[in-house]
C-alpha cells in the first residue's frame, strides 16, 4: 500500500485483517437501518461481530465522536470495535471506552490497543442482523431469476449432473461445518 494512504486503501486494508481475524463474511461500507455504515464489519463463530473504522484524518476522527451511535454505543455494532488509521493518527487515551486501536505499520497492521469483546447490545445485534439480510436481499436481486435458496443448492445440482457425485475437492452441504451456529468459547 505505497502512496498517500486513502480512505478506500485503509477498507481494503480492513477487510483483509478481519480475515485474517478468522471472520468467515465480511462487509464494508454497507449501510444499516440505524444510518451507520461500518467502513468494515465481520462475524466469527457464534455471530461474535468486529467493527473496523478506518479514519484517514484527524479531523474525520474527531467528527466520527458525533454520531449518533458513538453518542449512545449501545446502539452501535461490534461486539468488538477497532479504529484503524496510520500511526501516531489516533491516541489510545482518546479511544472511546471499550474500543481497540489498529495502526498501520508497513504493508500490515498492528493491533496497538484490542477491544473489548462484549461491547455490542441488543439492539446492536438487530441492526447487525439487518445489515445482513439487507446485504443478502440485494444478492438475490442480482441473481434473479433465482432465488437465494435455490442458488446455495448449486451443490445438488452439481451432483445430479455428476450422477450423483460431487466434483473433486467440493464437501456435500450436509457435511460442512457451520461456525456461525457454535457457542462463543472465549474467542
Known amino acids: 500500500m505505497q502512496g498517500i494512504m486513502t480512505h478506500e486503501k485503509l477498507v481494503a486494508m480492513a477487510v ?3 480475515r485474517r481475524y478468522r471472520c468467515g463474511v465480511v462487509l464494508s461500507e454497507q449501510a444499516c437501518v440505524s444510518g451507520e455504515m461500518p467502513d468494515a464489519i465481520g462475524w466469527k ?4 461481530s468486529v467493527l473496523v473504522e478506518c479514519k484517514v484524518t484527524r479531523g474525520d476522527f474527531l467528527a466520527d465522536r458525533a454520531k449518533p451511535w458513538r453518542q449512545r454505543p ?14 501516531g493518527l489516533i491516541e489510545v487515551e482518546e479511544l472511546p471506552s471499550g474500543w481497540g486501536l489498529l495502526e498501520v505499520c508497513g504493508r500490515g497492521i498492528e493491533v496497538r490497543k ?16 439487518n445489515l ?5 436481499r440485494r444478492v438475490e436481486v442480482r441473481i434473479e431469476p433465482q432465488s437465494i435458496t ?3 443448492k448449486w451443490k ?7 450422477r450423483g457425485a460431487l466434483p473433486e475437492g467440493l464437501t456435500a452441504a450436509e457435511a460442512e461445518a457451520n461456525v456461525f451456529l457454535e457457542e462463543v468459547s472465549g474467542d
Open 132 to 136: 445482513l439480510l439487507a446485504s443478502l
Open 156 to 162: 445438488n445440482r452439481m451432483a445430479e449432473y455428476n
Open 150 to 152: 435455490d442458488f446455495l
Open 45 to 48: 463463530k457464534a455471530c461474535h
Open 74 to 87: 449501545e446502539n452501535g455494532v461490534g461486539a468488538e470495535r477497532y479504529y484503524l488509521a496510520t500511526g
Open 114 to 129: 484490542k477491544s473489548a469483546k462484549n461491547l455490542r447490545s441488543a439492539t446492536g445485534f438487530e441492526y447487525e442482523m
Open 16 to 18: 483483509g485483517w478481519l
